[in-house]
């Protein structure tokens, strides 16, 4: 019963998944630091704060937190912009840069030597002419 379990935990996939889990939540505390420290904070230089939570609307009595609704969409704009422009398009320009040039088709057709015409590989007379390829 345990030999399974250890053959179950040492797969390659639940492995690789856990290491993907811990990198992932460790990455995303750089990435949030990075969005909340540097980006709000330089968004408060400009604007003047960096937390809309104080913006709150009332229907009928009832709190509208759209301030909260903004700060999060900022946040959430500027995490995914982060993490576009620092790993995703460095990584594809990588990927771009390491691809192998795909090998060109093998051909499906050969000319005919007395009009030219494009023939099948497997024809033995052209349809167009007549002559024996």
Do not use: W
Request: hydrophobic share 50%; with cysteine; charged share 15%.
């Amino acid at each position: 019963m345990l030999k399974g379990f250890r053959d179950f935990i040492l797969r390659g996939n639940v492995v690789d998944l856990a290491v993907g889990v811990v990198i992932g939540a460790a990455f995303g505390a750089v990435v949030t630091s990075f969005t909340k420290d540097v980006l709000m904070q330089a968004i408060s230089a400009i604007v003047g704060k960096p937390n809309f939570d104080d913006i709150v609307l009332s229907v009928n009595h009832t709190p509208l937190f759209v301030g909260k609704f903004l700060t999060a969409l900022i946040g959430f704009l500027l995490i995914a912009g982060a993490v576009y422009f620092a790993v995703v398009l460095p990584m594809n320009m990588v990927l771009a840069r390491t691809k192998k040039p795909e090998a060109p088709a093998e051909p499906t057709t050969k000319p005919c030597k007395e009009c030219t015409l494009e023939i099948p590989l497997a024809a033995k007379r052209c349809p167009n002419c007549t002559a024996q390829v």
